[in-house]
């Protein structure tokens, strides 16, 4: 028996606040969280139904109607009373709307001192199906940073009040991507550890990218040890100059009692002379640095080295 087959779309949505937009008759747009009906449009001297989504038969789903909130193929076979079934119907292409936004705080991985301006970079970028709207990207700033301003004409507007920035971006596009410089200072050395999240009007299926934290570690001056104990018990077993990563043109000297040279880092120092080969005893050094302004500077201090 042949049975004329086509379905009436009939939009019933089940939650509010929802958009639809079709680029030809058999597409259909709803956004993510909302439903919409299929109905069988003449059911005269049908019996019961089969739905399909993606050329699978759907279970359960025999109704003359289908309410259908999972992106897919959707088809209908209809079964007469007499047991005859039609073929698969025309089938409307379901695609759920969703916007997925990522945010990404990230700072100079330069080395940098108390006082010293740096910057930070936020991207947000949507990585849904369709266009985001109303975005907003938060961050609060720490205490030990001060906020300094922006680079560029970044697009949409950019408010500071107390150490909280508010980036709202009135729309961004599905794989658009945009991106916020900032100009900042820490006020003291120490871990800066700095939050940006970001929002947007459309439901977001991942919640997991909308939170990027960067830890940024302020270096300190200089610090140089008067003893290393090299006994393999994981402190002190070598000679580390804490805050030489702010002055990259440097050159450390060692010498014994006598004046002798006993080391030479030749370039940068790695922080990994452990007197290894010396005997126990009072040695010497001298540390030259070259400033980032050009200037150059000498420091020489004693180092005690003992061996258990």
């Not at 993510?32 to 399909?52: E, H, K």
């Not at 379901?94 to 001192?113: M, N, P």
Request: hydrophobic share 40%.
């Amino acid at each position: 028996m042949n049975i004329k087959r086509y379905i009436l779309l009939a939009f019933f949505l089940l939650l509010t606040n929802w958009a639809f937009a079709q680029t030809n008759p058999n597409v259909v747009r709803i956004r993510l969280g909302s439903s919409i009906n299929f109905a069988v449009g003449n059911q005269a001297g049908l019996y019961s139904f089969q739905w399909y989504r993606d050329g699978r038969p759907i279970a359960n789903a025999t109704g003359a109607t289908y309410t259908a909130s999972v992106s897919g193929l959707y088809q209908v076979v209809s079964i007469s009373t007499e047991g005859c079934r039609s073929d698969l119907s025309d089938g409307f292409l379901l695609i759920i709307e969703y916007a997925d936004l990522e945010v990404r705080k990230i700072s100079e991985t330069r080395y940098v001192g108390p006082g010293e301006g740096f910057e930070y970079q936020i991207s947000v970028q949507n990585n849904g199906n369709t266009t985001a709207t109303g975005i907003e990207v938060i961050d609060r700033l720490p205490g030990n940073l001060k906020y300094l301003g922006f680079t560029g004409e970044p697009t949409g507007e950019v408010t500071v009040v107390d150490q909280l920035i508010s980036w709202k971006i009135p729309a961004l596009a599905n794989n658009q991507k945009l991106v916020l410089s900032l100009k900042t200072a820490a006020i003291k050395a120490g871990k800066v550890i700095n939050t940006a999240n970001v929002t947007a009007v459309e439901p977001d299926p991942n919640l997991a990218n909308n939170v990027s934290t960067d830890v940024k570690e302020i270096i300190e001056e200089v610090v140089v040890p008067n003893v290393i104990t090299p006994n393999g018990d994981g402190k002190n077993d070598v000679f580390i100059i804490d805050g030489l990563e702010l002055y990259p043109n440097h050159t450390l000297f060692i010498f014994n009692r006598w004046g002798n040279e006993v080391y030479n880092s030749k370039g940068a120092y790695k922080n990994d002379w452990n007197g290894n080969g010396l005997n126990e005893g009072t040695y010497y050094y001298l540390l030259k640095i070259k400033a980032k302004d050009g200037s150059e500077r000498s420091t020489t201090g004693w180092i005690t080295l003992i061996k258990d």
